[in-house]
């Protein structure tokens, strides 16, 4: 059965740094793009960073661009999300998604795989 979990979520002070993992099982994530949304209370879900598996090549949304930085580790079939310079407005749960080979839409209606999500906090 395909699978992905999120991991590394947690509570962090304003200019903080965490590491979102994305780990998949029962499928490689060779051939997917993976991307990263997140959705705050009472706000839309906002797709905000992918990696594609065609080519490697990198989205991110102004939000995030800068600050944000998305990787693939083909031997562990993870991605990762390393989140520098947290801002308290980052608050969210966040999700990793799966699709074949190109990012797909951003508010990831086209993703096959989904994960249960990580609460991000950031809070002083």
């Known amino acids: 059965q395909p699978q992905l979990v999120e991991s590394g979520g947690g509570l962090v002070q304003p200019g903080g740094s965490l590491r979102l993992s994305c780990a998949a099982s029962?499928?490689?994530?060779?051939?997917?793009?993976v991307g990263w949304f997140r959705q705050a209370p009472g706000k839309e879900r906002e797709g905000f960073s992918c990696?594609?598996?065609?080519?490697?090549?990198?989205y991110y949304a102004d939000s995030v661009k800068g600050r944000f930085t998305i990787s693939r580790d083909h031997a562990k079939n993870t991605v990762y999300l390393q989140m520098n310079s947290l801002k308290p407005e980052d608050t969210a749960a966040y999700y990793c998604?799966?699709?074949?080979?190109?990012?797909?839409?951003?508010?990831?209606?086209?993703?096959?795989?989904w994960g249960q999500g990580t609460q991000v906090t950031v809070s002083s």
């Open positions: 029962g499928f490689t994530l060779d051939t997917y793009a």
């Open positions: 998604a799966a699709r074949n080979y190109i990012c797909g839409d951003s508010r990831g209606y086209d993703y096959d795989y």
């Open positions: 990696i594609s598996a065609s080519d490697g090549s990198t």
